[in-house]
């Protein structure tokens, strides 16, 4: 059954772990994602941004896979289905598709129409006991079209938003989304140390987790980071893999063109990335 974020992100932040995110595009994605984190004994949060839930038909297709998954796979630890930098027409179709957690990401508006905005969404998570994640500072690269330079949040416009009851917050720490570039100046622990000054418990999230050096994610975490996101770091694991399958010619051995077998050793690369990074997190047993 899924689960909000709530629990398992005040456990790690408490824990001075973290739980991972691991964005979903499709069934192999989820599968391999879940399996992982049930053999690990980790809990985990399946992302789902706007783009991916309209590419897998729309948020009810995705919602009623994974909870079939769940009970399929015999899924024991906790999942949270969670929808990624939704917009707020996105988070409230979400939450009548059924997710456990939402991300209103409000962090393009003035911050008075990001407060109001949230604090609607807020109350309706509030009654269904729904996890919400609320962002300040925009997250640089480019997610979904959506492209910024990785901006650090203020710490007054993140505790405002805090103080309005959301579960977790995104605050952007020069952090970006995608591929970092060779000029990336590292991630501002000044301003994270502000923020959680001003934040106390709440549990902070990490986004574009592809490519930040472990030592920085450690001290993130020690800093009060308690969920990081991964996509692209698991979508450039699954290609090399495939790319490799069929450089090698394997598609045109046997029946190696079955999408079984052609998507196998992506859906194993998944695994092992989400596995490197739930070790890296502390995540792991942590169930």
Avoid at 49 to 63: F, I, L, N, P
Avoid at 77 to 99: M, R
Avoid at 172 to 195: C, M, Q, R
Avoid at 234 to 241: D, I, R, S, T, Y
């Amino acid at each position: 059954m899924l689960v909000s974020a709530k629990e398992m992100l005040t456990k790690a932040k408490a824990g001075k772990y973290a739980v991972g995110q691991f964005n979903i595009n499709n069934l192999e994605w989820t599968k391999a994602i879940l399996q992982t984190a049930q053999e690990l004994q980790s809990p985990v949060i399946l992302g789902v941004s706007e783009g991916a839930g309209k590419y897998m038909c729309g948020y009810k297709t995705v919602v009623g896979m994974v909870n079939g998954m769940l009970e399929e796979l015999n899924i024991t630890v906790p999942v949270a289905l969670h929808l990624d930098h939704g917009s707020f027409e996105g988070a409230k179709d979400c939450i009548n598709a059924g997710f456990s957690s939402i991300m209103f990401d409000g962090s393009h508006y003035p911050i008075e129409e990001n407060i109001a905005k949230t604090t609607e969404l807020v109350n309706a998570c509030n009654v269904l006991g729904l996890s919400i994640e609320a962002e300040v500072g925009s997250i640089g690269g480019e997610e979904d079209g959506v492209v910024g330079a990785g901006e650090c949040a203020d710490p007054e416009e993140c505790k405002a938003i805090a103080d309005l009851g959301v579960t977790m917050l995104a605050a952007g720490i020069g952090n970006i989304h995608g591929k970092y570039p060779d000029n990336w100046a590292g991630l501002s622990f000044e301003t994270l140390d502000a923020v959680q000054a001003k934040t106390g418990d709440m549990p902070l999230v990490l986004h574009g987790g592809t490519g930040i050096p472990a030592d920085m994610i450690k001290k993130a975490i020690s800093l009060g980071v308690a969920k990081i996101n991964v996509n692209t770091e698991c979508q450039l694991a699954f290609q090399e893999a495939t790319r490799k399958y069929i450089e090698e010619g394997k598609d045109q051995q046997g029946k190696g063109f079955d999408p079984r077998k052609l998507l196998a050793p992506g859906a194993e690369a998944i695994k092992a990335t989400v596995k490197e990074k739930m070790e890296l997190f502390g995540s792991v047993g942590k169930a």
